[in-house]
């Protein structure tokens, strides 16, 4: 594993680099990775050719180049950037979405164990479990 502290310069440069790359990536989805072994396996027996291999996912998955490396950048349309876009937030949306779901069980379940443990009225009359 490797330390670098948040006072360090590089932490700064790393961030920033995390920031580019993650703009310029797309999201994952399961077809894209169904699509990748596919064309893996089909050239698996052809190790010493990556260029074919490299050329038959290009144009299948389309070639992301990010913005600090200047060779063979291809040019994004808006249409494909907005989708990109959106993939991403939505995928950071539902991310969130399932956070809150699981805290929102944590925090009940923790309120109904305190309840039984301390046997604790609620509005001045005992209620049972299934009320809780």
Do not use: C
């Amino acid at each position: 594993m490797v330390h670098i502290d948040a006072e360090d310069n590089i932490f700064t440069e790393l961030v920033g680099l995390f920031s580019e790359y993650w703009e310029e990536s797309k999201v994952l989805t399961q077809q894209t990775v169904e699509d990748y072994k596919k064309i893996y396996d089909s050239f698996k027996s052809l190790s010493s050719d990556v260029s074919k291999l490299e050329t038959e996912i290009h144009k299948k998955i389309g070639k992301v180049v990010g913005t600090n490396i200047r060779r063979d950048k291809t040019k994004q349309s808006k249409e494909n950037i907005f989708i990109e876009d959106y993939r991403k937030t939505y995928q950071e949306s539902v991310k969130v979405k399932n956070e809150l779901t699981v805290n929102k069980i944590i925090i009940t379940n923790v309120a109904m164990t305190i309840r039984i443990l301390f046997g604790i009225r609620l509005n001045g009359t005992d209620r049972n479990l299934s009320s809780v």
